[in-house]
């Protein structure tokens, strides 16, 4: 199975900032990455598919790198509405997996 | 916009089974795959695993081999997870969501349903 580490597993922010969240894999998923964003009591939705690409309708200020086994997620500007946990997913081999999230929280 | 709708919460017994349902508008689960992934309280994200609608494919995580059945009904657009044995610890909430091409792997998961907490307790 690819394990995700995730860091930081949390991070406390203030509006306007810029934040970067990594995820390493245990084996190379290619570009094969996904980032969600999770609000309390919601559920995940999407935002980067195939490691840097934005899915349609998320705010141009997330962005996302990486290939093989190191990828990031970059919040450029944090905004009120973005305090919530990340979490990246690999589909690249069974069985999906996720990491074990970062919680963004208001300095 | 692929809207996704999931049944209810559930109390069961344990040793018990539980069987939720999935339904997405359109036909779109009749050209995209769909996961299963759950959320125990305060925990993180956990795949149980998927189908490939057309083919009638399924895949697991380890853990639940055995122990779950996927399907998934053309008409309606409709998807179900079958989980048996349980015990307290599948107490979670757990989501249908869809992915974005055909099969699991590639595709992310674009749409998501809005979970539906399962609670196992005697």
């Known amino acids: 199975d690819i394990q995700l580490t995730q860091s930081p597993s949390f991070l406390s922010a203030s509006v306007g900032d810029r934040v970067t969240i990594t995820c390493r894999a245990s084996?190379?998923?290619?570009?094969?990455l996904a980032w969600y964003q999770q609000r309390p009591g919601r559920a995940p939705k999407l935002l980067i598919y195939?490691?840097?690409t934005l899915q349609s309708g998320v705010p141009s200020r997330f962005s996302g790198g990486g290939s093989g086994t190191e990828f990031t997620l970059t919040i450029s500007s944090l905004q009120p509405e973005d305090f919530a946990t990340y979490y990246c997913?690999?589909?690249?081999?069974?069985?999906?997996?996720f990491g074990g999230g970062t919680k963004v929280e208001i300095k | 916009q692929v809207q996704v709708v999931q049944s209810g919460a559930e109390v069961k017994k344990p040793g018990s089974s539980v069987k939720v349902s999935c339904k997405a508008s359109?036909?779109?689960?009749?050209?995209?795959?769909v996961s299963w992934v759950r959320q125990a309280p305060g925990q993180g994200l956990e795949w149980v695993g998927g189908?490939?609608?057309?083919?009638?494919?399924?895949y697991s995580a380890q853990q639940f081999h055995g122990r779950v059945t996927i399907t998934a009904d053309k008409l309606p657009s409709t998807a179900y997870m079958e989980l048996r044995g349980l015990t307290s610890e599948d107490t979670a909430v757990y989501y249908c969501?869809?992915?974005?091409?055909?099969?699991?792997?590639?595709?992310?998961?674009?749409?998501w349903g809005q979970g539906t907490l399962i609670i196992v307790s005697s």
């Open positions: 997913q690999q589909v690249n081999s069974y069985p999906l997996t």
């Open positions: 195939a490691a840097s």
């Open positions: 969501a869809r992915h974005g091409g055909y099969r699991p792997l590639s595709y992310p998961l674009d749409s």
């Open positions: 084996q190379d998923t290619s570009t094969y």
């Open positions: 359109g036909d779109t689960f009749n050209s995209n795959a």
């Open positions: 189908i490939i609608p057309m083919l009638g494919t399924t």
